[in-house]
Structure formats: C-alpha cells, structure tokens
C-alpha cells in the first residue's frame, strides 16, 4: 500500500532526521493529492528520499510520524508497537495481574497521538489525533490480541481529546468487552478508577511514584492533600503512617471517590477526613504548623502558552501559603503537570513563593513522571510532569 506523499521544503528534513515526530505545516511544500484529516501519508524531503509514514492532521502540527521507515501502518504494525510498550512494562515489573499501568504514552512509545491505560483487564485508549481515531478498532483489537497482557475489555474515551474542529463526534463507549470491575490494584493498594466519567482515563498513573515518596515520609506526620481527585496520595500516607490525613478537593466527586478508596484500604480508620473546598481559600485558614506534610498536586494552571503567565503566578500564591503555614521541620510535595510550564520556570514560581515567605527552604528531590510515562529522547515535549520536594526549617 502507498500512501500519498507529502514533499518537504528544502532543508525541513532536519529534525526529522533526528527522529522529532512533528512535521510542522509550514515544512510541507506540497501534498501529491489533497490529504484529509488522519489520512496515512508517506514524507519525502525535498530531494525526494522517503523519511517515514505518519498521520496527517490539519493545525501546526501536520503530521505526526509514526514510523521511520517506508512501512505499511495496518494491524501487525500497531500489535508490533503495543508489544514493544508491553516489554519495556514487564521489564519494569509494572505489567501484572490486576494493576494500574500506563501502555501507550503517545509520542514516548512512538506513536504520536494514542494513550493507552491498563486497569485490570480493562484497557482505557484516548485519542489525540485524528489518524488514531480512525485506527481505534484496529487498535482495540491489537489490545486484546496482545500477547501477555490478559486485556479483556476496551474502553474508547476520546470525546474531550480529540481535536473539535475536527468535528469527529467521538462517543465514549466500549469498543470491546463490557464493564467487569472499577477496582484496580497499585503498589498493593487498591482504588476505584472511575473511566466513564473520571478525568483523563479514570485515575492519575503518572503520580506512582511520587505518591509511594509520600508515604515513606508520612511516618508520624500530619498530612495534608491538596487536590486530591482519588484520595491517591492519602491512601499511601495512611499506609505510611501518618498520625492524619486531611483530603481537599473543589469538586463533592472527587471528596466521595477518595472516600470510597479510603473505606477500600483502610476502612473506619479515624484519622482520615475528606473535605470539599477551594484550596486557596482552605489552605488560607489552616494553622500555622497544624500540618507537617503538604501536598500540592494542582491541575494543569496553564493548558496554553498564553495562559503562561497568570499559571506561574497562581504556583507562586499557592506554595507560597503552603511554604508559608507547614510547621518547622514540614516537608511539602509540590507539582505541576503542566506540558507549557518548563521545569525551571516552576522551579522559579517555588523558589519566588519561598522567597516571599522567608522561611529557610531546601529541595530534597527532583520529581517527575514515572517510568511506564517514558519521554522519548527525540521529542522533549514529552516530559510534563514536575515536582519538587522541599524540606522547610
Ligand atoms: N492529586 C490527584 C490529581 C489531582 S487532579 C491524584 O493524585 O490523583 C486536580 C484536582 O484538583 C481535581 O480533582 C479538581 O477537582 C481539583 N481542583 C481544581 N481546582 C481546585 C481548587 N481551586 N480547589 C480545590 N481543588 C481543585
């Protein structure tokens, strides 16, 4: 099968050939025939060698490469990708039973444009591009067929991903399978993941590691859990053993998610409390030095480039009230999973927050997303998630 061929600018080869996998409109000079929106199209520089294949999409990003090679992307090309995702897993001990994990992280398993979580027997799949839209069932079905992976159910979750203007109408539904179980299992602790009607694909993976971090430091501690969504990070600082647990969220779904998990793992267990309110306005009234542990895990402040400057703002006024009321000798967790807020433009926005309280501030680690969230080493766009852990006198 050839697919139409889309013929690069001189010189607009470059990046490719080091394997980046966006080809920016303004590289192409011309398309062979009119190319639709997730069309399969072959890129030929200028001198007319074939760097790969990819799907075509209309916006700045033109196409995203799925290969760099001359190769067919059918069925045997996606179980080939999703069986190399499913190695780097079980290598990594992450990819057994009934547990949480991520398969597909876009670009990072080379194929731009698809997200694949793992609960259980139910895979999760979000589509960002329309070329993987159009691939969904020959996908689902490379799922199931997955050798090794036990995936039973597939559950398509794409009607917030996709892209509107594309006008693709995505509705949610099981492609493959039925609802069998919500409860998936992480690092031996178990939760609800909530795929029909949760944020993302039900729960937030990418903190795993962070959230057993947590834990070891919760011993005797007094914690407190901004944004809790799942009560994730809770969970683990009861195990770790925390003297309490204080769950906030804006949202009364997430204050019941997390209590349906805490009554999973810890259930009639005093020292934990769910309460929904507005961070800001909670951690404002809060004692000086009544908590010990703080977590700050926001959602993305800024989902745009032009949001930029007022989402650095907002990470400087809440870790600074953090940093600012964590008693002495406190350690706070802080995040941001935020794709356009750089690791040091973050960095700037806790170091300004410390700054303006006073307090004497150390960073203690580095965080970051975990390893089944890999980031391809071509394509540095891929790493989002940031977090810092400070030790505060
Ligand atoms: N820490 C969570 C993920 C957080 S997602 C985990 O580990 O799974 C972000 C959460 O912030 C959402 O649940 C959302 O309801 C909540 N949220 C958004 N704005 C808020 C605000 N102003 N105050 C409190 N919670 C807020």
């Not at 470059?14 to 639709?36: C, M, N, T, Y």
């Not at 990070?233 to 204050?255: E, H, N, P, Q, T």
């Amino acid at each position: 099968m050839k697919y139409p061929d889309i013929i690069l600018k001189r010189g607009k080869e470059e990046s490719l050939d080091r394997f980046h996998p966006w080809v920016f409109s303004g590289a192409i000079a011309k398309a062979e025939q009119a190319v639709e929106e997730g069309d399969l199209v072959r890129v030929v520089a200028s001198d007319g060698r074939v760097i790969g294949v990819g799907h075509a999409q209309v916006g700045s990003i033109a196409v995203r490469m799925l290969s760099f090679a001359d190769e067919a992307i059918d069925a045997d090309f996606y179980s080939r990708r999703l069986a190399e995702a499913l190695r780097m897993r079980q290598a990594l001990g992450l990819a057994s039973g009934d547990s949480a994990f991520r398969l597909v992280h876009g670009e990072g398993d080379f194929l731009p444009g698809l997200v694949v979580d793992v609960y259980g027997r139910t895979a999760v799949m979000q589509a960002h591009s329309p070329g993987m839209h159009f691939a969904r069932e020959v996908i689902a079905q490379a799922l199931v067929n997955l050798p090794g992976a036990d995936i039973e159910n597939v559950y398509y979750k794409s009607e917030t991903t996709l892209p509107y203007k594309a006008n693709l109408d995505a509705t949610n539904a099981y492609l493959i399978g039925s609802f069998q179980t919500d409860v998936a299992v992480e690092n031996g602790l178990k939760f609800h993941v909530d795929w029909l009607k949760g944020q993302k694909t039900g729960f937030f993976i990418d903190q795993r590691d962070n959230r057993s971090l947590v834990e070891k430091y919760s011993t005797g501690r007094s914690v407190l859990n901004m944004f809790c969504y799942t009560g994730g990070f809770s969970v683990y600082a009861m195990r770790g053993g925390a003297r309490l647990v204080r769950s906030v969220d804006s949202s009364a779904k997430a204050i019941s998610l997390t209590r349906a998990n805490m009554d999973l793992n810890f259930p009639g267990d005093e020292r934990h409390e769910a309460i929904a309110d507005d961070a800001f306005r909670y951690l404002d009234q809060i004692g000086q030095g009544e908590y010990d542990l703080i977590i700050l895990d926001p959602p993305a402040f800024a989902k745009h480039r032009d949001a930029l400057r007022n989402a650095l703002r907002g990470y400087q006024r809440l870790n600074a009230r953090a940093i600012e009321r964590v008693a002495p000798g406190g350690i706070v967790f802080t995040f941001s999973c935020s794709q356009a807020v750089s690791r040091e433009q973050f960095r700037l926005a806790v170091f300004s927050a410390a700054a303006q309280t006073g307090r004497r501030v150390r960073i203690l680690h580095q965080l970051t997303q975990p390893a089944d969230h890999p980031v391809n080493i071509y394509h540095p766009e891929g790493e989002y998630l940031k977090g810092l852990v400070l030790y505060v006198e």
